[in-house]
């Protein structure tokens, strides 16, 4: 699987994780302490390679593991 791939799947995943804990990506954006929504929305698309901090404040903040964020069964 490629890097596009991965960034889309991931994305994929965690716009389903959010919409199951019922946040917009703004306030998913407040929990994991980055500035605007739109960055979520950036990551969801598969748009962006985010941070590890970001990926881990992801997983706090919607209690997930990151097998539920990212299938490397898969890869």
Known sequence: ????????????????ERNRAGLSQEQLAEKIGVSYGQVVGMIERGETNTSLSVIVGIMEALDLDFDKLYNRHNA
């Open 1 to 16: 699987m490629d890097k596009k791939e991965i960034l889309k799947e991931f994305g994929r995943n965690l716009k389903a």
